[in-house]
């Protein structure tokens, strides 16, 4: 059957190809400021239905060429200010002029580029998705970690061991099942594994945060079950971007609670079709206080460095970019857990151990290589390119001393063929595929060295019709992994030495899994601004290594981990429906999701202490996710909004209707979005129910609501923009825990502070 349904994918878009359309027109036009009318450039122009895009000149100007009869909205849009839709109709052979006015609202459109490789609004989306630009980011409190960056987005929540390592966490999904990409690839890091290893991130640096699901994660990857989450930097393609002069933004931040500060910059300069660039800067933050005191060795720090320099011509275009992260994080209470003895180590001498602190320091070098074709005849638009090289090394430090180093070196391959629109048709084809080399040593050094190979084929095909868009598409991956020694051997209590070094002897077995994904959706348009989008896709997800190699005391997981060599592949079946409207003075979605597991791998109390930690076996059981989330945005009045978002998700392990552990509670959130020309106030009410829906050994979390307030002024020109941001977070000094967190009772969340931001752009 799925072999019969590749088969079909591809007649379908060979037919697609060869289907030819009709004499084209243009579209050109000015965007200005509303107000003063000045021309405004770098603003983005868009066709949805075409998923076409541009940016406008220095003199405000942008162009289409050669555009299919019809009628189409067209959407222009630039960092805080409001979008602005308009309608036209583009006849054969003719030309169409359009004058647009952007000015600072209340009420915007997310973007996205994640979805499908091009630019387009979440209304006309087949997937759902969440956007966090950067001058949303200004105003927001200091995150070091991504997961600390977007716990306020619908559907998303953070995993955390404190403030430096949190990871997002999407309807409930972690660990293998989010991928995270920056720019599209994998970022290289080991946050997957653990709950202490985060995915640190300077909002200061980037150009906004993507979260997709829905069928074009297949584009990605086949462990995305839960979804991506996407760290853009406009950078990645140079192609439309490209300009003359120069360019840049600087950016400062400080606070209080915990003492944090930093600030970035960064400038380009292009000249005919060349384009370098270059950034760097730091943050750093103290421990941070809760309402019951000092949150001991929760502080943080990050440094960042890049550059790069990239090339466009008609026919062809590249770039390469280099990047360096360092820094380290605190993990609070982790030496509460490290209570077994280090191999070879003296009892007198582990004792001493007990109390110290425990700390990561960690280093990313990463190096890039984007090459695009795109002049490629009458069948394809483009072809991309991307080699990606990663070297990620981390540390974690047991007072003064090293306790564990891991090493993720990992190479990764993408080409991506977007097809020439033919008509109602087009899509793109690729193939991917990595190398990675992982290697652990010391006390926590759970998993033999191992060498991973994969390689994927991937389709994305969508029918754009008058009212409706389908979209559909399908991943065939495979994973070898090839462990370079025998299993990790920790001794169990009451265990005999011959057993045990029976045990020790065991070779790691080297697996192989290969698996086909697939997608389907449709985005249904109802009315003016308002669509149905409907769902489904299957997923095939290969165990991870730890989950097939982990055996021991895992203090980041706070568990004794015992891995499954023999563990099958993972496979899900989910649908969601989702009903939008974005027009006038309204913003509304509402989500509902339902993923049927099979084969579903989980950690398993067995009831026994090994080395201090509760033991846990990886199985295999039947599972299910499922829940629904909405966000309301009213503007009442010309200057005034009324925001609104819930979500909820319930997942447990079927066979024994069993909750799994971490699972958000019903959270919702509800605001106030008053502007008055460029000042904007927001106070925001956050709250979430209590969750007493737990795992064996879990603790259940009381509920909480938490006041925050953001105030940002923005002063926008043609060639520059300023913003000026406060952020006063938990006001109210109240005290909540958040049930994600590894170590909730004994660290509560922060407690009252003030940050201020700056952040200048100039064009």
């Known amino acids: 059957m799925r072999l019969l349904v590749s088969l079909v994918l591809l007649l379908v878009t060979a037919a697609g190809a060869w289907a030819q359309g009709p004499a084209a027109g243009s579209l050109e036009g000015t965007v200005t400021l509303g107000g003063d009318d000045r021309p405004l450039h770098h603003a983005m122009v868009l066709i949805p239905k075409l ?113 430096g390592n949190s990871r997002p966490v999407v309807r409930g999904f972690d660990g293998d099942r989010v991928l995270v990409l920056q720019d599209g690839v994998r970022t290289g890091t080991l946050s997957s594994q653990s709950g202490d290893h985060g995915e640190p991130v300077d909002s200061s640096s980037i150009e906004r ?155 990313r070098h990463s190096a890039r290589l984007n090459a695009s074709l795109l002049q490629l005849g009458s069948l394809a638009e483009r072809f991309d390119l991307k080699l990606s090289y990663t070297d990620w090394n981390h540390r974690e430090l047991e007072g003064a001393a090293i306790g564990t180093q891991f090493y993720n070196k990992q190479f990764i391959y993408r080409g991506e063929l977007k097809q020439k629109r033919r008509g109602v048709w087009d899509g793109s084809l690729g193939f991917w595929g990595m190398t990675r080399d992982f290697k652990a040593t010391g006390a926590e050094a759970l998993a033999p060295p191992i060498d991973q190979q994969a390689f994927a084929v991937f389709g994305l095909q969508q029918l754009n019709f008058e009212r409706v868009r389908f979209q559909f598409g399908g991943r065939m991956e495979t994973n070898r992994y ?45 009315w003016s601004g308002g669509a149905f989008v409907a769902n489904y896709a299957h997923s095939y997800r290969a165990p ?83 829940g629904h989330e909405a966000k309301l945005q009213v503007a009442v009045h010309n200057n005034l909004s009324l925001i609104t978002s819930i979500d909820q998700v319930t997942a447990n392990v079927t066979s024994a209707n069993t909750p799994l552990p971490r699972i958000p509670p019903f959270r919702a959130r509800f605001g106030i979005d008053y502007r008055y020309k460029g000042f904007n106030l927001r106070p925001e009410l956050a709250t979430a129910w209590r969750q007493d829906q737990v795992s064996p050994n879990e603790l259940p979390t009381a509920g909480y609501a938490v006041p925050n307030l953001n105030a940002t002024y923005t002063r926008a020109s043609a060639h520059m923009l300023h913003v000026f941001g406060v952020n006063v977070f938990n006001w109210s000094d109240r005290l909540y825990r958040n049930h994600l967190s590894f170590i909730k009772e004994f660290a509560p969340e922060i407690g009252r502070g003030v940050r201020f931001s700056y952040t200048m752009h100039w064009y």
């Open 51 to 163: 998923r076409r895009s541009v940016e406008t000149e220095d003199n405000g100007k942008f162009s289409f060429q050669g555009l299919p009869p019809g009628e189409y909205d067209v959407v222009a849009h630039m960092h805080n200010m409001g979008d602005e839709r308009r309608r036209v109709t583009i006849r054969g052979g003719e030309s169409v002029t359009l004058a647009i006015a952007l000015r600072l609202e209340t009420i915007r459109t997310e973007m996205t580029v994640t979805a499908t490789g091009q630019e387009e609004t979440s209304l006309e989306a087949v997937q759902s998705v969440a956007s966090v630009g950067s001058i949303e980011m200004a105003g927001r409190a200091a995150a070091s970690s991504l997961g600390e960056l977007l716990d306020d987005q619908m559907g998303v929540a953070k995993r955390s061991f404190g403030p």
């Open 482 to 526: 090839t462990p370079n020694g025998p299993l990790a051997a920790h001794a169990h209590e009451g265990e005999s030495e011959a057993e045990h070094d029976e045990h020790e002897g065991e070779n790691a077995p080297q697996r192989r899994f290969t698996g086909l994904s697939l997608g389907a959706g449709a985005n249904f348009r109802l």
């Open 209 to 363: 945060v993507e979260v997709v699901r829905g069928p074009g994660t297949l584009l990605y990857g086949s462990n995305a079950i839960g979804g991506v989450v996407n760290i853009i930097d406009d950078h990645a393609r140079i192609d439309g971007h490209e300009h003359d002069g120069v360019r840049g933004h600087v950016a400062a931040s400080g606070g209080s609670n915990n003492a944090q500060g930093g600030g970035s910059g960064g400038f380009e300069f292009g000249k005919k079709g060349w384009l370098v660039w270059g950034g760097g800067g730091g943050t750093r933050s103290g421990d941070y206080s809760a309402p019951t005191g000092k949150i001991d060795n929760s502080r943080s720090d990050m440094q960042h460095a890049n550059f790069g320099i990239g090339k466009r011509t008609e026919a062809m275009a590249f770039s390469f970019q280099y990047g360096l992260q360092d820094g380290g994080y605190g993990i609070p209470f982790a030496s509460l857990f490290h209570g077994h003895a280090h191999e070879g180590e003296a009892e007198e001498d582990h004792a001493g151990d007990e109390g110290e602190t425990v700390s990561i320091a960690f280093r």
């Open 544 to 626: 991870s290594l730890e989950e097939l190699y982990n055996f021991g005391p895992h203090v980041g997981n706070v568990t004794f981990e015992v891995g499954n060599p023999t563990l099958r592949r993972e496979r899900s079946d989910g649908i969601d429906f989702s009903l939008r409207h974005q027009a006038g003075r309204v913003r509304a979605e509402y989500n509902f999701f339902y993923y049927r597991m099979n084969s579903m791998i989980y950690l398993a109390p067995t009831g026994e202490i090994e080395d201090g930690l509760p033991e846990a076996d990886y199985l295999q059981a039947n599972g299910r996710y499922y």
